[in-house]
T-cell receptor, first 112, second 120 residues
Framework: DSGVTQTPKHLITATGQRVTLRCSPR?????VYWYQQSLDQGLQFLIQ???????AKGNILERFSAQQFPDLHSELNLSSLELGDSALYFCASSSRQDYGYTFGSGTRLTVV | GESVGLHLPTLSVQEGDNSIINCAYSNSASDYFIWYKQESGKGPQFIIDIRSNMDKRQGQRVTVLLNKTVKHLSLQIAATQPGDSAVYFC???????????????????FGQGTILTVHP
């Protein structure tokens, strides 16, 4: 157990739907990062939050959004889902003292 | 070198051999590098890191070498075991963390990965 908790582990939904992925960072970590991993794109950075504020943005689609709550957990919202959104979505967290991330076990999203 | 998508570089070794996994990074301003191991169905797991002011760092059975001249990073695994079979990713962080206001923000950029298969 890495200390980063992601739910749900698996999600199957239809095109056009909206889903929410949840992440609880390691205790004490203020930064949360979201990554998308697909077969043809590898690990792609989506967005980062630090203590509730957005700090960095990657190639995140406008249909996707995220937020970090006062208790530091984060949610990634994916809407108007398309088949190509099927992927593993990872959350990672880090603290001020850490230089590396600790990853969760991911949410596997399948859009049918 | 790196490949895209399904055509990940692969390395097959016998148990007990030493393994060397290579990575070419893209940003000459990158200050910090990490190797991650990802087993099937799991998230990437931190293995070892190195700052740009070093050219070598050793851990338990693993060594990372950094050649900034040619922007090359390698991971050496000694006495490779079947449990080492996984996909290995290098990652770079261009943000000098000690100067980033004390925060650790700065997104990691990952390479495409190398599949390591260890045969008993």
């Amino acid at each position: 157990d890495s200390g980063v908790t992601q739910t749900p582990k698996h999600l199957i939904t239809a095109t056009g739907q909206r889903v929410t992925l949840r992440c609880s960072p390691r205790s004490g970590d203020l930064s949360v990062y979201w990554y998308q991993q697909s077969l043809d794109q590898g690990l792609q950075f989506l967005i980062q939050y630090y203590n509730g504020e957005e700090r960095a943005k990657g190639n995140i689609l406008e249909r996707f959004s995220a937020q970090q709550f006062p208790d530091l957990h984060s949610e990634l919202n994916l809407s108007s889902l398309e088949l190509g959104d099927s992927a593993l979505y990872f959350c990672a967290s880090s603290s001020r003292q850490d230089y590396g991330y600790t990853f969760g076990s991911g949410t596997r999203l399948t859009v049918v | 070198g790196e490949s895209v998508g399904l055509h990940l570089p692969t390395l097959s070794v016998q148990e007990g051999d030493n393994s060397i996994i290579n990575c070419a990074y893209s940003n000459s301003a990158s200050d910090y590098f990490i190797w991650y191991k990802q087993e099937s169905g799991k998230g990437p797991q931190f293995i070892i890191d190195i700052r740009s002011n070093m050219d070598k760092r050793q851990g338990q059975r693993v060594t990372v070498l950094l050649n900034k001249t040619v922007k090359h990073l390698s991971l050496q695994i000694a006495a490779t075991q079947p449990g080492d079979s996984a996909v290995y990713f290098c990652a770079e962080n261009p943000v000098p963390l000690p100067y980033a206001g004390g925060t650790s923000y700065g997104k990691l950029t990952f390479g495409q990965g190398t599949i390591l298969t260890v045969h008993p």
